[in-house]
């Protein structure tokens, strides 16, 4: 019957994630634009590929950014971040922001502006955090989708969810995590976590970890 469970509640969040929309890159009409894109894009790779390897809080979709430019009313805003993970800003039009840190994020739009605005001075604050979601499904007393405002470990959320369910498997439980187009299965034995030597098996979350609880 726990398998059954289980397997009702993995095939629930596989259909969950394949109704997920989908963005497109936008495609650069002439051979030229094409180069100056890629070369923009490279740029933005190579940040976002530094800022997984920092501890710093990333960007993320549905934060809200103070965007300040010194002496330059014109272009400081506050902006959000869309669900594509760009920001939209006047004459660097949209640039991606999610996956990188604030200040990675200043060094990129610093590069933009060069080329408008003579030795520009940017801040690039969060405002807000709303991208740091995680969901704890199965069985536990209280189900749901949880918005973080700092790191927390999958003990954490458990507690969020005020305990297991009667019939839980906790040595069974498995944290689903987003990697590209695929899901990570990494197991959780909370028995083994609660034991005098399993600390070090309580890690910290990810945006958009889904813990699973059969």
């Not at 405002?149 to 507690?159: E, S």
């Not at 695929?182 to 813990?211: C, H, W």
Request: with cysteine; hydrophobic share 40%; glycine share 8%.
């Amino acid at each position: 019957m726990k398998t059954s469970r289980f397997i009702i509640i993995i095939g629930g969040v596989v259909a969950l994630l394949s109704a997920a929309p989908c963005f497109a890159v936008d495609t650069p009409s002439s051979s030229k634009d094409s180069s100056a894109s890629n070369n923009s894009l490279s740029e933005q790779d190579h940040a976002l590929a530094q800022a997984q390897e920092v501890g710093e809080y990333r960007i993320g979709p549905e934060d809200v950014l103070d965007i300040s430019v010194w002496n330059n009313s014109a272009i400081s805003r506050t902006v959000p971040v869309r669900p594509d993970g760009k920001i939209s800003l006047p004459l660097v039009n949209d640039v991606q922001a999610a996956g990188l840190t604030p200040n990675q994020l200043r060094s990129v739009l610093l590069k933009k502006l060069t080329e408008y605005v003579p030795s520009p001075e940017v801040s690039v604050i969060v405002r807000e955090v709303h991208s740091f979601k995680v969901s704890v499904i199965g069985e536990v007393k209280k189900t749901g989708r949880h918005e973080l405002k700092g790191r927390a470990t999958v003990l954490d959320i458990l507690a969020m969810a005020e305990g297991f369910g009667e019939f839980a498997g906790r040595g069974r439980i498995v944290v689903l995590r987003p990697e590209g187009k695929t899901m990570r299965q990494i197991p959780f034995n909370y028995n083994k976590v609660m034991s005098n030597n399993g600390a070090l098996e309580n890690f910290f979350l990810q945006p958009g970890d889904i813990i699973v609880v059969p």
